[in-house]
């Protein structure tokens, strides 16, 4: 069935960091992609996506690329905030359901 | 509404108890997910309904847990004979059409004690 695997956390930066949070998937056909943050005591906000493979997903300096040769789908920053500072999911929608499958989830802590 | 909301924001219930919670999606939506949040995890697919169909149940843990929406618009999910395992933040979800990103309530947090 489908998974997502992100990488082990937590992740602890500086401001104005670079930030990386791999996520690499199985499934079958062609998924989409996407990414979603959680703000403590809040839901879950989509945060970006990509439907296709080579799409870059963007928004609030967040980007992502749909890498089918590597099934991966790792979130990037250049420069973190202390407003940054939540927990960061990867999901994927199969093409055989319309089910999100979550990973564990990262948590992001960014320091003054 | 201008979100997905959901009700009660906490709920604490007494092991054996039967519980409801409900959700309000946006309204159009057609579709409407129910999620598990264990502590420290990802979500968890519960349900799926289509309108007033519920087409996919393959998530529910058990056959205490049920789900409705029978005029396609609000959804309960019920809980019955609540176990401590069962405690959970439980997420709704609502989308305008499969595949697309979907939009989260902000959950209710059961605590089973």
Redesign the interface.
């Known amino acids: 069935g489908d998974s997502v695997t992100q990488m082990e956390g937590p992740v602890t930066l500086s401001e104005e960091a670079f930030l990386t949070i791999n996520c690499t998937y199985t499934a079958t056909g062609y998924p989409s992609l996407f990414w979603y943050v959680q703000y403590p005591g809040e839901g879950l906000q989509l945060l970006l996506k990509a439907t296709k493979a080579d799409d870059k997903g963007s928004n609030k300096g967040f980007e992502a690329t749909y890498r089918k040769e590597t099934t991966s789908f790792h979130l990037e920053k250049g420069s973190v905030q202390v407003s940054d500072s939540a927990v960061y999911f990867c999901a994927l929608s199969g093409t055989s359901g319309s089910r999100l499958t979550f990973g564990e989830g990262t948590q992001l802590t960014v320091n003054p | 509404g201008a979100g997905?909301s959901q009700s009660p924001r906490y709920k604490v219930a007494k092991r054996g108890q039967d519980v409801a919670l409900r959700c309000d999606p946006i309204s159009g939506h057609v579709?409407l997910?129910w999620?598990q949040q264990a502590l420290?995890?990802?979500?968890?697919?519960l349900t799926?309904f289509q309108n007033e169909a519920q087409l996919?149940k393959s998530?529910l843990p058990s056959d205490r847990f049920f789900a409705e929406r029978p005029e396609g618009s609000v959804s309960t999910l019920k809980i019955q004979r609540t176990q401590q395992e069962d405690s959970a933040v439980y997420?709704c979800?609502s989308?305008t059409r499969?595949?697309e990103?979907?939009?989260?309530?902000?959950?209710t947090r059961l605590t089973v004690v």
Not at chain 2, 40 to 45: S, T
Not at chain 2, 101 to 107: D, I, P
């Open positions: 997905v579709s997910f999620y420290g995890q990802g979500p968890e697919f799926y996919d998530g997420l979800a989308s499969v595949g990103g979907y939009t989260f309530g902000s959950g």
